[in-house]
């Protein structure tokens, strides 16, 4: 079972990277599994740690895919590092191991401390439908053009009956995002 959420890890210089990322339990880990190349994986190996974020603001993970930084930070309690200002809890964690891979290697990190910030006021599927398109978004350079318009008219549907001002700008975001990448292959294929 994969759940999203943010992952802020930092540089050497301690500067912030954030990124939405869906991640793994096994017992009391978390599993995070970057592809090769990132700066999360390669944050995360020198520094050792990063932060796991719970939000329902889906606007942080349109955000983190089209460069719009709709969040303050916090620094983290126990480690270098951030945490999200506005967000549901957030849990600090050490990398203890690094299964490698070509692809995408597993970084296991413990938990050294969580903390709950605010209660949870249940689901929108409209939530739940930006989450969908944002992953579709990190991998229009991997999926076919028919599967991510197909997928994002039956989505679609859950923006038009339930969707609130965050995920209608949220969703807003990631559309621009798609139609700018198609923009681009249709300008390289006429050049």
């Keep these: 079972m994969i759940f ?4 802020i890890s930092v540089d050497l210089a301690g500067n912030p990277h954030v990124t939405p990322f869906g991640v793994r339990h ?12 990132s700066r999360t994986l390669d944050n995360i190996l020198v520094t ?10 889906v606007r942080v993970f349109a955000g983190a895919l089209t ?14 590092g951030f945490r999200l200002s506005d967000c549901l809890s957030h849990a600090e ?6 299964r490698e891979d070509e692809i995408r290697p597993q970084l296991v990190m413990k938990k050294i401390t969580e903390e709950n910030h605010q209660s949870f006021q249940g689901f929108n599927r ?10 579709l978004a990190s991998r229009l350079h ?3 053009r028919e599967k991510i318009q197909t997928e994002l008219q039956y989505l679609q549907i859950a923006i038009d009956k339930t969707a609130g001002e965050r995920e209608n700008q949220a969703w807003g975001w ?13 300008g390289e294929n006429q050049a």
């Design 93 to 98: 964690l050490v990398l203890v191991e690094v």
């Design 4 to 7: 999203e959420t943010i992952i």
């Design 142 to 144: 991997m999926l076919p």
């Design 26 to 37: 096994e017992n009391d880990y978390i599993v995070i599994s970057p592809y090769k190349p």
């Design 48 to 57: 050792k740690n990063a932060v796991m974020n719970l939000t329902d603001d």
């Design 174 to 186: 990631l559309m621009e995002k798609i139609d700018n990448f198609y923009a681009e292959q249709l």
């Design 67 to 80: 460069n719009r930084q709709v969040w303050q930070l916090t620094q983290a309690n126990k480690i270098k």
């Design 126 to 135: 409209a939530q739940a439908a930006v989450l969908e398109l944002a992953v």
